[in-house]
């Protein structure tokens, strides 16, 4: 596994409606390992995602994605430089059916590309059982599924996941855990949970974010046991 | 603004009332048929709907645009006038003599040859006004509406000093004026051209949002813009095309109904507007099948109003609106 | 301990100098004075008719004001509240002729209550539906109204409206003194209704209750959070605000002694208050009254650019077309301060003298 940087941020600040919501955010992400963003509620973890991705403009600072700078780009520039992104809500398209979310989901209509198609929904193969029906009458975990196809069947460099077992039953969250270790072989991927149990099993390294900025760092292995800082910074035990 | 009620999904004892309604005046011509006879019902409802699929032609750009990318044009309108107005200088010059003759295919080479130009001139007037004027207002939703109204405003000022500042007779292709009869009924052919009009951009329309990867991203923009730029489209582009399309539409809605009232004037489409609005509030933000719905519910409930008291007709729509509103605020069909 | 004053004390009474003294008390206090002593000078009709005008409207723009620069609410339908209101007196003196004070004071408690159920209406519209889908509501609201004013003609007198015969003490027959007459009085009738329904916008607006809407108006959710039903807040301030506008209309009808449903239910009314307010300066009450002011300068001062326009350029004939059709020109105005001078005269007042905050 390659141990290059592929996104690296700079004291970014963002502000959205005279709210301050990055106050200098600075981390960096691997090539190849899933690096999670932790933190409580309102802490900016959404924001981050949201101003990497170039849905909010962040005012100052750097982010460098793959050798480039991308702050200020538009989210559909960045999405075409290959950063596929699954928000909060999952975002899929209610009145489309499976097919036409995916449909949109591939930029290029290569081989490689229906290749992965093919994959992922090997990955989810209730996604092909409900292939023509309109996402509005998928259940969350389905939802949940479509939305992560859909940022997979890009050739992605970087995958931005935003509380995927959110809503989801346990056993459900489960299975999704299964799909990411999958997808953690080939993807790199930035992780937003507030589920602790899905962030250690799926995560390789961690940042604590705390009012807009970052307030601890370090690997997964090392926080699933210190007590100290679970408590301190995650309000866990 | 705080989260909105929401709206409660209507009974089915309802909908069958609303569908209902709509036939009571037939059923007046079988129980009494010296208030109303059949032929008569039948010519009104048939006149009805030739409106409805007008209004249509406007209504439809709105919703789509409204549903797209936020944006509410209240200059609409002069689209629809303009393409009245260029169809009455063409055939009133260029084409005057397509246009008095009876032939069919005369009169509908002019027809279509007025269409294209018309078009043409909206597909430039509405590129540069999206790009110039409307790309400035974006998320701003009072200077959207605040300058829309005036450059509005503006351009009507402007057609009526070029184009002319009185009401204009506008001639109806000759082999179109013509009636004939289905039984008892009478037709009037430039009604079914009308209606066929309309139906045929509806179809058209469908296909496109349907059967075409363009019209899948538009489909995907209105439900939720951010989220389809994230996946990598430019919205923007698309945005001018649409509200290219939508000038489109108005013009050949407004070319077609100066033929209806037989004549044109500035107004024309600030009046025709109102009644777009009143189709999109009736049909709910982004639907196009609502809006031909709503379009043709509102031409007949405007001409059957006009049958019996013809000085509420306008009027009247203010309680259809209030009804439907109190039932389904967000209008029949909402797609946002 | 001497009973010296607390700081808070202090500072309050700093302030209330600094306001008194402030231009913000001192012009309008001299507007003021201008209205009250104008027919003294026995000024031609245009003039008064001017002043009357500019007074009417401004505090009609001013109620607009209310509902847009201080509730947050854009609707095109005020200026059926105007015509509720012009409709109503008009047609009182109608029907009963004799009694024409009767009339004007029924006029006014009719047009109360018809502005209040509509205007009821209308604030539980705008909560239900978006701002853009209100805004075309309202506007189809409008129009439709219109029509119906002219299509009623029995009860309406149609496009031409109901001309009204004032009472003998309005009337310009009546002579008090020299060159007051009955004219005059109304003129000064009308400047002590305005100046009183202005009075109680600024006290609204100035009060804790304006001090809510002004939260509302920024934070809707933090409001609601507080504990504040912003419903109620919104219902009041547009029912307040529709019926003050039912006023103006009834003052309008009584000046103009005639109604129309184009001088008084026409969206140009609406767009007209809306310029105005916008070239004040919104949320600023006395916006209106400016706008109003220059508004009426212009429109008055139009045909003099369309005979400059003839005289000193008249091998550009399209000058004299332009100039010649004030819609061109309020559109073009409309759409320059839009983009230009979004905050208004008022608004770039204050950002040009501002004064360091306390």
Redesign the interface.
């Known amino acids: 596994m390659k141990d290059d940087t592929i996104l690296r941020l700079k004291e970014v600040h963002t502000h959205v409606n005279h709210h301050h919501i990055l106050q200098g955010m600075n981390f960096e992400v691997i090539s190849g390992r899933v690096t999670t963003l932790l933190g409580r509620n309102g802490a900016g973890k959404t924001s981050t995602l949201r101003t990497i991705?170039?849905?909010y403009k962040a005012n100052s600072g750097e982010i460098e994605f793959d050798g480039e700078q991308i702050r200020g780009a538009?989210?559909?520039e960045?999405?075409?430089k290959g950063v596929g992104?699954v928000?909060e809500s999952q975002?899929i398209?209610?009145?489309?059916t499976v097919e036409?979310n995916m449909?949109?989901?591939m930029?290029k209509n290569d081989d490689s590309t229906k290749a992965r198609c093919e994959k992922t929904l090997a990955l989810f193969p209730d996604l092909k059982k409900y292939w023509r029906s309109k996402g509005g009458v998928l259940s969350g975990g389905q939802r949940q599924m479509l939305a992560i196809a859909?940022a997979m069947v890009?050739d992605n460099k970087l995958l931005l996941i935003d509380e995927p077992s959110k809503g989801l039953a346990p056993i459900l969250t489960e299975a999704l855990i299964e799909s990411f270790n999958e997808l953690k072989k080939t993807e790199t991927i930035i992780l937003v949970e507030q589920n602790f149990h899905m962030a250690t099993s799926c995560g390789d390294d961690y940042y604590i974010i705390d009012d807009g900025r970052v307030v601890h760092s370090g690997q997964i292995e090392d926080l699933k046991h210190n007590e100290k800082l679970k408590k301190n910074f995650l309000g866990i035990g | 603004m705080s989260e909105r009620m929401q709206d409660k999904s209507m009974p089915h004892w309802v909908k069958a009332i609303a569908i209902g309604v709509w036939f009571i005046p037939l059923f007046i011509t079988w129980i009494k048929p010296d208030l109303m006879d059949f032929p008569t019902w039948a010519s009104m409802t048939l006149s009805g709907i030739a409106m409805g699929c007008l209004i249509f032609l406007m209504a439809v750009g709105l919703t789509i645009i409204f549903g797209l990318m936020d944006v509410l044009n209240f200059a609409h309108g002069v689209f629809f006038t303009i393409g009245a107005f260029i169809g009455w200088k063409l055939f009133n010059t260029l084409l005057l003599e397509w246009v008095e003759s009876d032939g069919f295919l005369l009169n509908i080479a002019a027809i279509t040859l007025a269409i294209i130009v018309a078009s043409l001139v909206n597909i430039l007037l509405g590129i540069l006004m999206e790009r110039i004027i409307i790309r400035k207002t974006y998320g701003d939703h009072l200077k959207q509406i605040l300058v829309t109204m005036g450059v509005g405003i503006i351009v009507v000022e402007l057609i009526r000093i070029i184009g002319s500042a009185e009401v204009e007779t506008f001639i109806i292709p000759g082999w179109f004026t013509e009636a004939f009869f289905i039984g008892e009924v009478m037709v009037i052919r430039y009604q079914l051209f009308s209606i066929l009009m309309g139906l045929l951009f509806f179809v058209l329309i469908q296909w496109f949002l349907n059967s075409t990867k363009i019209g899948l991203i538009v489909r995907a923009g209105v439900e939720n813009p951010q989220m389809i730029k994230a996946m990598g489209y430019n919205l923007n582009k698309v945005f001018t095309g649409i509200f290219a399309m939508g000038a489109v539409l108005a013009g050949i809605g407004g070319l077609i109904w100066a033929g209806f009232e037989e004549n044109v004037d500035a107004a024309m489409g600030d009046h025709n507007l109102i009644y777009a609005f009143v189709v999109v509030i009736i049909a709910g933000l982004g639907s196009v099948k609502g809006s031909i719905i709503g379009a043709i519910m509102v031409g007949i409930f405007f001409n059957y109003v006009a049958f019996f008291v013809p000085q509420l007709a306008a009027g009247s729509l203010i309680i259809l609106m209030c009804i439907i509103l109190m039932l389904k605020p967000s209008g029949l069909f909402p797609q946002k | 301990m001497n009973a010296s004053l607390t700081p808070v004390v202090q500072a309050r009474l700093l302030a209330r100098d600094n306001r008194i003294k402030s231009p913000a008390t001192i012009f309008p206090l001299m507007g003021l004075f201008v209205f009250l002593v104008l027919p003294l000078f026995g000024p031609s009709y245009f003039t008064i008719d001017l002043a009357v005008k500019v007074l009417i409207f401004g505090v009609f723009a001013a109620t607009f004001d209310v509902m847009l620069g201080y509730t947050g609410v854009l609707s095109f339908g005020h200026s059926m509240f105007f015509g509720f209101g012009a409709y109503s007196c008009a047609m009182l003196f109608r029907e009963i002729p004799d009694s024409p004070v009767l009339a004007i004071a029924l006029a006014f408690v009719i047009a109360a209550v018809i502005s209040a159920i509509v205007a009821s209406l209308m604030a539980f519209f705008s909560l239900r539906v978006v701002a853009i889908f209100f805004a075309m509501i309202t506007l189809a609201f409008a129009s439709f109204t219109e029509i119906l004013a002219i299509q009623l003609s029995s009860v309406t007198g149609g496009e031409d409206g109901i001309t009204m015969q004032l009472p003998y003490f309005f009337d310009l027959s009546y002579e008090l003194t020299g060159s007051l007459t009955g004219q005059t009085l109304l003129y000064y009738f009308i400047l002590v209704i305005c100046v009183l329904m202005f009075s109680l916008m600024l006290r609204f607006t100035n009060s804790p209750f304006g001090r809510v809407l002004k939260s509302i108006r920024e934070n809707e959710d933090r409001s609601e959070a507080l504990g504040y039903k912003t419903f109620y807040f919104r219902l009041f301030s547009i029912v307040f605000s529709c019926i003050l506008a039912s006023f103006c209309g009834i003052l309008f009808a009584l000046w103009l002694s005639f109604v129309s449903p184009e001088s008084t239910l026409g969206i140009p009314i609406t767009l007209n208050v809306l310029i105005m307010v916008l070239i004040g300066g919104m949320g600023t009450l006395y916006g209106g009254i400016i706008g109003s002011f220059i508004l009426q300068l212009l429109e008055g001062g139009l045909p003099q650019l369309r005979i400059i326009a003839d005289e000193q350029f008249p091998q550009y004939p399209w000058l004299g077309d332009i100039t010649g059709r004030w819609l061109l020109l309020f559109g073009l105005l409309f759409v320059l301060i839009v983009f230009f001078f979004p905050s208004g005269i008022i608004g770039w007042l204050k950002q040009r003298f501002q004064k360091s905050p306390t």
């Open positions: 991705m170039g849905v538009e989210s559909f960045v999405a075409r992104y928000p975002a398209f209610y009145h489309l036409e449909t949109l989901a930029l859909r890009n």
